[in-house]
């Protein structure tokens, strides 16, 4: 019973998880950060520091999230790549914005702290499964502005029995099928682990602007039927060994997006920079006061 009910919530959140950040390039570039508990506030401003310095001079681009539900104090930094060489081409990017903004000394310190802030961290490379999803952008016009748009995304990581890939693959299609002919079904993009992962693992993200976005999906059941429903969770139960997934917050402040998600919806991804506060001018009796001698 209970390992049926499993698999009805992993058919749940493939029914309403959808879309995984890909649009600019072939490849997702992932890089998650788990926090110490009493050192966010010193990652986060680290982070700003990052953020600044790639902005100011042409660095990397990428969109951070922070999670909502989920293993806590968990971030997810994602870039958009085309091919492998572009991930070295952005590393030097990278690189190169820090140590223009802060010397390659300080840069060395940077990332140094960043790391004295951290549980663990990872980094994976996915590529993005236009093949398998659901309703994908049809240009990167409509995806900019479905990201842009987006305030939270709930990812599934879903983890496949060894030589069980194509035939997962093959439900993925029927219920893609299925899902495209019914109206009210959102964007379901997929998106498969190539590198940084043990075996076979795909991922599935539904990007929304709130969290009741979540609410009122059409149930896989609906859309497949009671016999194409129970045909699909048996194949479930054949093909994936495990399953998790997270509802992550986007973090405007912790990002440096794409010149297309921030003309999407400036007024959320474009953040102000931060102006020193002027001193107030000192009144006649204080600058009296200042310039009294001491006794």
């Not at 992962?197 to 795909?202: A, I, L, S, V």
Request: glycine content about 6%.
């Amino acid at each position: 019973m209970v390992r049926r009910a499993f698999w009805a919530l992993l058919g749940a959140l493939l029914c309403i998880a959808p879309a995984a950040m890909h649009a600019q390039g072939e490849y997702l570039d992932v890089y998650i950060a788990q926090v110490k508990p009493d050192r966010v506030a010193d990652f986060t401003a680290l982070a700003k520091k990052i953020v600044d310095a790639n902005h100011r001079f042409n660095g990397d681009r990428w969109l951070t999230q922070s999670v909502v539900y989920g293993e806590g104090y968990t971030y997810a930094f994602v870039s958009w790549r085309q091919n492998y060489a572009e991930v070295d081409k952005a590393t030097d990017a990278f690189m190169n914005a820090l140590e223009k903004a802060y010397g390659k000394e300080n840069t060395e310190k940077i990332l140094h702290d960043v790391d004295s802030c951290l549980v663990s961290s990872r980094t994976e490379l996915r590529k993005r499964r236009p093949d398998l999803s659901r309703k994908f952008p049809s240009d990167m016009a409509a995806y900019t502005n479905m990201v842009g748009a987006s305030r939270v995304l709930r990812t599934t990581a879903v983890h496949i029995r060894p030589g069980r890939a194509a035939d997962f693959e093959a439900l993925l299609k029927d219920a893609q099928a299925a899902g495209e002919k019914v109206g009210s079904t959102q964007p379901l993009l997929v998106s498969q682990a190539v590198e940084g992962t043990q075996g076979t693992t795909y991922y599935v993200t539904a990007l929304r602007s709130g969290l009741d976005g979540f609410d009122k999906n059409p149930t896989m059941r609906e859309i497949l039927g009671e016999e194409g429903y129970k045909k699909y969770l048996q194949g479930i139960s054949d093909t994936v060994e495990t399953a998790e997934s997270m509802i992550m917050r986007f973090a405007p402040d912790l990002s440096n997006p794409p010149g297309e998600v921030i003309a999407a919806a400036p007024d959320f991804w474009q953040v102000k920079p931060v102006v020193a506060a002027k001193a107030k001018p000192k009144s006649a009796v204080e600058k009296a006061a200042a310039e009294k001698p001491k006794q």
